[in-house]
């Protein structure tokens, strides 16, 4: 049989010692994740830039046919016709 005067254990049961992860490493894990997200961040910029940038060629026109518009002497006639 234990003595009666034993004192209880200054740690409890709930305490977690097998699960203690060092300062050092959680600042490790915290800078690389950080670090991952600035660079995704910047990727991701980067690439709604390059989307942006195509759909401005897109509409700009560049690549629509070249109409084919009349001089001026063939508007001049034009006039004549439709003024009799």
Known sequence: MPPANQQPSTNPASNLDLFNIPQSFLLQIGTASILLLLITGKTTVRALEAIGEASEELFR????????????????????????
């Open 61 to 84: 026109g560049d690549r629509l046919p070249i109409l084919d518009f009349p001089n001026e002497h063939e508007i001049n006639q034009d006039e004549k016709i439709y003024n009799k």
